[in-house]
């Protein structure tokens, strides 16, 4: 969709979509095979540009889950803890490398189903977690170089639960890690996104991986409750909200079971007098408007030192009537469809909430498409440390902005918040980056850049933004049994 | 005539001093025929959270060290408590122990102590990682410190098992609120006497003494306590995971055996740390940009 701004007016430049292939009908892929669901239930997933039909797709009860786990813990005693490492190594580079070549479907079935920009998918999500499945290959026969002095054993069967904003990456980080480990796998991707993880379920089963150590089971909440509260998985992995991660914890406490959570946040993105200024408006606008603000580790909540104020707001405002909002599958476009109805009426909550607080809203001038799921980029600034608006998170394209004088004052602000998942510092002083990326409370901090993720770079977060970590070697122990 | 002895008052050990419990109850220490040896502090919820309080207030201090300094502390630890070590041999004597057996523990506590020392200042290197990401920026990965520790003693022992699980999570920077062994509590209040004339800044360890039951729902259920190690107290962990949800404490279990000598490694030390990851942009690398 065109911006109203006429300098940044493009001809469309549609992503075609004749060249991918999707089922009509999507059942439960289970011990290497395409199982009906005994609970008989389908459900739709939409377009959330436009709003149509575009698959129906399995809803997994407990039952379905109960024959998955089955077919995880035989595949595990049968063949996947028995096989030598390297050779289970080779299997996940053939993932890698068929998924590299079919990456320009998986990029326009993301687009499509999750409603992100077809260049962010394309250029960012599935060339990541290509590189994750071939980054966790190369571990598979040399895990104990990781852990000095210790002896490393596989869980299990690992229970994975994964959000919807961004199915294939977030499906790839849990699924690499744990095969490389040793384990099998129960994957239950999002309802509004199951369909790359489906894809992903193709090629696994064209990659010759033996049955049973992956399955993809589709299905909602209760979905996810019977992966978690079975009794024959080892290890629960989750990514989402932290209030669904509390419920998790809760259903686990007291038993065996080890836990990875990857949870909400409420980001700081801290930008000082000295810092590179047109840089540091491109890594605010990446920081919260990549991916729809669907991102946990956001740069949701701005600090700009107060002698610059003004002058960053208002480059920020200029850069924003640039941003193209609009159709996923339109290469011009910036900012795509929310993930859903339901995501955009939070938002919208949010947005109402801040306006109400009395705090001062400005939102891009761009045509919303009438179709579909669509918010502006938003930002807000006279908001307090205790408005709603900058304590909780969004998950949408909506910023805060406070002001801050000193390096002490903006460190208190910035960790003041029950989250700790990432920060973002912008200061061209080397000393003072080392000083605010050591005491701010968070697992990953972004000094002159924001957004930024790798295969063999950790994430995950202090506090209530969950524990453990994904990716590099320090993710490997989250699938490990140490002794 | 024979000399009165004079005897020792025990106290508990919060914010670097030496304090009552502020609900001024108590419960008798009895050795293993039921005669009662000391009457210790029943500490109350409010003791927890005043501990607490002195824990964060440390926490800055402490974590803020150098590694190498810490180091040095640790091992002054080990040799205050060598020249204190008869002492402790004779109150495990009283809680039950026999002289070789009490003496074994002493003796492999200063050693455990001097063995995290060590560590203080090498743990780091080990776990951390330059990470080689495929874009132009430099990438790291390091520990720091997870923050307040609540720590429920092992049972079984008085002094071993409470520094077997105390010295790593402090040698990694951390402060703790040690909830000390029921049984045998002896040792956990006169170690409180070492750790205060070894340097080690107050409130960076405070014990508390009293029932478990009591004690372990405040301190697992506080919103300022970061994570939470035990060990052997099975029948609590259920109770304890459920407290710690609501701030997502990170809960470490152990069923070590402390007298073995294998019982102490870098993984009690990282088990207490959290990994963070640093990002910075490189001008240029390889001809590549990483416009920003």
């Known amino acids: 969709m065109a911006s109203k701004n006429k300098n940044w007016e493009y001809a469309p430049s549609l992503e075609t979509t004749d060249h991918i292939n999707l089922k009509k009908k999507y059942d439960l892929f289970i011990n290497g095979k395409w199982l009906k669901p005994t609970s008989k239930k389908h459900f739709n997933t939409i377009n959330p540009n436009d709003e149509k039909h575009i698959a129906e797709i399995a809803h997994a009860n407990h039952k379905d889950v109960d024959i998955a786990v089955k077919s995880a813990r035989k595949a595990y005693d049968n063949v996947w803890s028995k096989m030598p490492a390297n050779e289970r190594g080779k299997y996940i580079y053939r993932i890698a490398r068929l998924m590299q070549e079919r990456s320009k479907e998986l990029a326009v079935v993301e687009s499509l189903d999750a409603g992100k920009p077809i260049r962010e998918a394309r250029d960012i999500d599935i060339p990541l977690a290509c590189n994750h499945f071939f980054y966790y290959a190369g571990w598979a026969d040399k895990l104990e170089y990781a852990f000095p002095n210790r002896k490393v054993s596989p869980l299990g069967v690992a229970g994975q639960i994964i959000p919807w904003n961004f199915p294939l990456l977030m499906a790839a980080w849990k699924i690499a890690p744990a095969l490389a480990a040793g384990n099998t796998v129960v994957l239950k991707p999002a309802e509004t996104t199951s369909l790359t993880a489906l894809k992903l379920a193709e090629i696994i089963a064209d990659s010759g991986l033996p049955d049973g150590v992956v399955n993809i089971v589709t299905g909602f909440g209760d979905t996810g409750a019977a992966i978690v509260n079975h009794p024959d998985v080892n290890k629960v992995a989750f990514t989402g909200s932290t209030g669904v991660g509390k419920i998790i914890q809760k259903a686990i406490a007291g038993t065996a079971k080890k836990a990875t959570l990857e949870l909400g946040g409420k980001s700081a993105n801290i930008i000082f007098d000295d810092a590179p200024l047109d840089q540091a408006i491109e890594g605010i606008v990446n920081g919260i408007f990549f991916n729809q603000g669907h991102v946990c580790c956001a740069g949701s909540r701005l600090f700009v030192q107060e002698n610059i104020a003004d002058r960053v707001v208002r480059k920020l405002k200029h850069r924003m009537k640039s941003l193209v909002v609009g159709n996923p599958l339109d290469k011009n476009t910036d900012v795509g469809a929310i993930n859903s109805k339901e995501q955009l009426n939070i938002i919208n909550k949010y947005i109402k909430i801040g306006i109400e607080e009395g705090a001062e809203i400005y939102q891009s001038e761009c045509n919303i498409p009438k179709k579909g799921f669509f918010c502006p980029p938003t930002i807000f600034s006279n908001v307090a440390q205790s408005s709603v608006i900058v304590q909780e998170e969004i998950f949408g394209p909506v910023l805060t902005i406070q002001t801050f004088r000193t390096v002490d004052e903006v460190i208190q602000k910035a960790n003041n918040t029950p989250y700790g998942l990432a920060a973002g510092v912008w200061t061209d002083k080397g000393s003072r980056i080392f000083n605010l990326t050591t005491k701010l409370k968070a697992g990953v901090v972004w000094a002159n850049t924001y957004n930024k993720f790798d295969p063999s770079s950790p994430f995950g977060g202090y506090k209530e933004s969950g524990f453990g970590r994904e990716g590099g070697m320090h993710g490997l122990s989250a699938y490990l049994k140490l002794s | ?194 750790l205060n004339a070894s340097d080690v800044p107050g409130g960076v360890v405070n014990i508390l003494t009293g029932h478990y039951s009591e004690l372990m729902p405040p301190l697992s259920s506080h919103m300022d306590v970061n994570a939470i190690a035990f060990s052997g107290l099975k029948n609590l962990k259920k109770d304890v995971d459920l407290n710690s949800v609501e701030n997502l404490k990170r809960v470490r279990f152990y069923e070590s055996s402390w007298n073995k000598k294998d019982a102490q490694g870098l993984h009690y030390i990282t088990d207490f740390q959290e990994v963070k990851t640093t990002w910075h942009p490189i001008e240029n690398i390889g001809g590549a940009s990483s416009t920003y």
């Not at chain 2, 001093?17 to 008798?28: H, L, N, Q, V």
């Not at chain 2, 205050?80 to 495990?92: H, I």
């Not at chain 2, 429920?152 to 790593?168: D, F, H, I, R």
Request: aromatic share 10%; glycine share 8%.
């Open chain 2, 1 to 194: 005539m024979k000399r009165v002895e004079v005897l020792k008052t025990y106290k508990i050990y919060s914010g670097g001093k030496f304090p009552r419990t502020e609900s001024g109850r108590y419960y008798m220490a009895i050795d293993p025929k039921g005669n009662a040896i000391a009457n210790m502090c029943r500490s109350s919820r409010k003791d927890v959270r005043n501990a607490v309080v002195s824990a964060r207030k440390s926490l800055g201090t402490w974590s803020g060290k150098t590694a190498f300094n810490r180091s040095q502390v640790l091992y002054r630890i080990a040799e205050v408590l060598e020249g204190r070590k008869l002492q402790f041999v004779e109150e495990l004597i009283l809680q039950g122990s026999s002289k070789r057996k009490a003496i074994t523990e002493v003796e492999d506590s200063i050693d455990r102590i001097v063995y995290y020392a060590g560590w203080c200042d090498k743990f780091c290197q080990i776990g951390s990682s330059v990470n080689p990401v495929s874009s132009s920026h430099f990438n790291f990965s390091t520990y720091e410190p997870v923050g307040v520790v609540g720590l429920l003693a092992p049972q079984e022992s008085s002094l071993l098992g409470l520094v077997s699980l105390l010295m790593p999570i402090i040698s990694g920077g951390n402060s703790v609120v040690l909830i000390a062994s029921e049984a045998y509590p002896l040792c956990s209040i006169t170690f409180a006497e070492v």
